[in-house]
């Protein structure tokens, strides 16, 4: 049974930092791209980051790009967001998820996904 755990959300102010982990079981991690996906009430769920299998192929919203990081552990099997300089606009519930194949910015690409984390920014 494959299982994707997201932690690591929290309250933080504006301007500071949180890093978000993502464990996944039941798959064979080093063949799966991870992303990481955001929802804001009353918003559509958007594309955050992801990366492929070796970590080697990653993409970024531009939202996010020169704030955000995405890494991975393969011996942890665990996939993590670095998130700096954080904005209220960043608030959000975040999601991770896994693919097959070669990451993608789209989450209907995505077959396991996880249950959430919220983040929120205080300004």
């Known amino acids: 049974q494959v299982q994707v755990v997201e932690s690591g959300g929290g309250l933080v102010q504006a301007g500071g930092s949180l890093r978000l982990s993502c464990a996944a079981s039941?798959?064979?991690?080093?063949?799966?791209?991870m992303g990481w996906f955001r929802q804001a009430p009353g918003k559509e769920r958007e594309f955050v980051a992801a990366?492929?299998?070796?970590?080697?192929?990653?993409l970024y919203a531009e939202s996010v790009k020169g704030r955000f990081t995405i890494s991975r552990d393969s011996a942890k099997n665990t996939v993590y967001l670095q998130m700096n300089s954080l904005k209220p606009e960043d608030m959000a519930v975040y999601y991770c998820?896994?693919?097959?194949?070669?990451?993608?910015?789209?989450?209907?690409?995505?077959?396991?996904w996880g249950q959430g984390t919220q983040v929120t920014v205080s300004s």
């Open positions: 998820a896994a693919k097959g194949g070669i990451p993608t910015s789209a989450a209907a690409a995505y077959f396991y």
């Open positions: 039941g798959l064979t991690f080093s063949t799966y791209s």
């Open positions: 990366n492929n299998w070796s970590g080697g192929s990653t």
